[in-house]
């Protein structure tokens, strides 16, 4: 293929993403970016690279090229990235159900994990509460990153590495996939346009989202301070309630009976679509979540109670030697109803990628590997 001059709208893990792909394969690439700094849903995240969250199949796959790409980047770019490994915990047995029928097939559906019991479980985290515990399903391939700090790292690094272009604080209002031209007037010549605009449909090709499906989804999240004397919390941990979150855990039998407990006892926790996890970054923090709020129901307000439930959830299943909350936030990304990624030519020579579904970090590294590969 010969090396072309690409363009790409939006500073995100997506766009970051497509950038270094097309750098690396020799192309000259510039990306713009409306804001400062990325400020959207790329840095307000947990910082998982989650392939046990994927289903089996091409979007695993997907999942496990990215983690590839991370650690690839990790030792190029200096980025902190670490191969954590991730538990997911049971302290209920309709949990461990289900964790053990995932168990037994994965194996043959190519997903590598086990089983441990409790003491196993508290042999790789002392963050684990021993209470109830009756168990959990370790993964090896789950790495932990910073977001804010790797995401605003990676344009720096881009450019000296493979001198791609930056123009921040500029926002992209018409591509015809041979220019793009920004809200001031410039105008800039391409032989391809990526457009990577995260949740905002509206900019540039409005009449391509209006009947697509896509959802925005807001959440909240919770930052703990750097935990005292270099206490870790090992591997990233998940409850009961992620299990009914990630759709690779749909093929397990028990699901629907675990599910409906959830909603008998606690509908407050899926009328605020919360499902609760915890990472830490390098920092020492630990990142707490999240909650899920669609469409109609997002406010530009955060609420109280959403973190009291986090709280309460994350508490009953793990243990942290400082609980004090440092930072709160919410973040906004978008959905597609059934895709890992909405992706669509609107015009020759501009190409459509977004809406990762709250999988961004998880997703996108390995993405732009397979859409560079299908256009070279």
């Known amino acids: 293929m010969p090396h072309l001059n690409i363009g790409v709208v939006g500073a995100g893990i997506v766009g970051l993403a497509h950038a270094w792909s097309a750098a690396e394969r020799g192309h000259k690439v510039t990306v713009f970016e409306r804001s400062a700094m990325a400020s959207g849903a790329s840095i307000r995240n947990f910082g998982m690279v989650w392939p046990i969250g994927q289903p089996a199949g091409s979007a695993h796959h997907t999942a496990l090229l990215s983690r590839e790409r991370w650690l690839k980047l990790a030792g190029q770019a200096k980025i902190w990235a670490s191969p954590c490994g991730s538990i997911h915990l049971a302290h209920r047995p309709d949990e461990w159900d289900v964790l053990k029928e995932f168990q037994a097939v994965a194996a043959?559906?190519?997903?590598?994990?086990?089983?441990?019991?409790?003491?196993?479980?508290?042999?790789?985290?002392?963050?684990?509460?021993?209470?109830?515990?009756?168990?959990?399903?370790?993964?090896?391939?789950?790495?932990?990153?910073?977001?804010?700090?790797?995401?605003?790292?990676?344009?720096?690094?881009?450019?000296?590495?493979?001198?791609?272009?930056?123009?921040?604080?500029?926002?992209?209002?018409?591509?015809?996939?041979?220019?793009?031209?920004?809200?001031?007037?410039?105008?800039?010549?391409?032989?391809?346009?990526?457009?990577?605009?995260?949740?905002?449909?509206?900019?540039?090709?409005?009449?391509?989202?209006?009947?697509?499906?896509?959802?925005?989804?807001?959440?909240?999240?919770?930052?703990?301070?750097?935990?005292?004397?270099?206490?870790?919390?090992?591997?990233?941990?998940?409850?009961?309630?992620?299990?009914?979150?990630?759709?690779?855990?749909?093929?397990?039998?028990?699901?629907?009976?675990?599910?409906?407990?959830?909603?008998?006892?606690?509908?407050?926790?899926?009328?605020?679509?919360?499902?609760?996890?915890?990472?830490?970054?390098?920092?020492?923090?630990?990142?707490?979540?999240?909650?899920?709020?669609?469409?109609?129901?997002?406010?530009?307000?955060?609420?109280?109670?959403?973190?009291?439930?986090?709280?309460r959830e994350l508490r009953s299943i793990i243990q942290l030697p400082d609980w004090t909350i440092q930072e709160h936030w919410h973040g906004i990304y978008a959905k597609h109803p059934s895709e890992p990624i909405f992706a669509a030519q609107p015009l020759p020579n501009v190409f459509v990628r977004t809406c990762t579904g709250g999988s961004g970090m998880t997703m996108s590294f390995g993405l732009a590997e397979q859409d560079w590969e299908q256009w070279s």
């Open 108 to 311: 043959e559906i190519g997903v590598d994990c086990t089983l441990l019991d409790p003491a196993q479980v508290l042999e790789k985290t002392s963050a684990a509460n021993p209470a109830r515990l009756l168990g959990g399903l370790f993964s090896p391939t789950e790495l932990c990153v910073n977001p804010p700090a790797a995401i605003r790292a990676l344009p720096g690094w881009l450019s000296s590495m493979f001198d791609v272009r930056f123009e921040f604080q500029t926002t992209i209002t018409e591509t015809d996939g041979n220019s793009a031209q920004s809200a001031s007037g410039r105008r800039w010549n391409f032989d391809r346009v990526i457009v990577c605009g995260g949740a905002d449909f509206e900019t540039l090709f409005p009449e391509l989202f209006a009947n697509v499906g896509l959802k925005r989804c807001k959440l909240q999240m919770i930052k703990t301070v750097p935990q005292p004397n270099g206490w870790r919390i090992g591997p990233h941990l998940a409850s009961g309630l992620t299990i009914r979150h990630y759709r690779n855990f749909e093929i397990c039998p028990s699901l629907p009976v675990l599910k409906q407990r959830v909603a008998n006892e606690s509908p407050e926790l899926d009328q605020f679509g919360i499902h609760v996890m915890a990472s830490q970054n390098d920092e020492g923090c630990v990142i707490l979540g999240d909650s899920h709020e669609y469409d109609q129901q997002i406010e530009p307000f955060d609420k109280q109670l959403i973190d009291e439930l986090i709280l």
